[in-house]
């Protein structure tokens, strides 16, 4: 089953604050991951909360902008072209930090896992 996804033919979805463009999804068939491509605009607040997934495994390709990345409580700056994973359990945030839209291609594998909010005092005082 070959499936091809024009993103200038894509529609365009809130995702909090962001913009999310589904390229592999459930809709059409994809069983192991999804993918898709965030925007998330300069100057907003973070689009996710500092949280954490059971199960699923996240990629984050960085293709246009500058992102700060919190993970576990590590701060990593990420430009274009660069690939940031995160593994089930690892609590994590991405975060524009650029002056331009931060435009990020996201994997998540599984395709279904639940959302875990932490309430990090330390972090909230350090970050929010």
């Known amino acids: 089953m070959v499936k091809i996804v024009k993103v200038a033919e894509t529609p365009i979805e809130p995702h909090g604050i962001a913009e ?15 993918m898709f491509l965030l925007t998330v605009k300069p100057n907003t607040p973070p689009h996710t909360s500092y949280h954490s997934h059971k199960k699923q495994e996240n990629g984050f390709f960085i293709m246009r902008g500058k992102a700060k990345m919190i993970v576990e409580g590590v701060e990593y700056i990420a430009g274009p072209m660069t690939m940031i994973f995160v593994s089930p359990g690892e609590k994590h945030q991405v975060i524009n930090i650029g002056k331009s839209n931060l435009e990020i291609m996201a994997i998540h594998a599984p395709v279904r896992d639940e959302d875990i ?3 990090d005092e330390a972090y909230l005082r350090r970050n929010v």
């Open 20 to 34: 999310r463009i589904s390229l592999v999804s459930e809709e059409m068939g994809a069983k192991n991951f999804d």
């Open 117 to 119: 909010p932490i309430q």
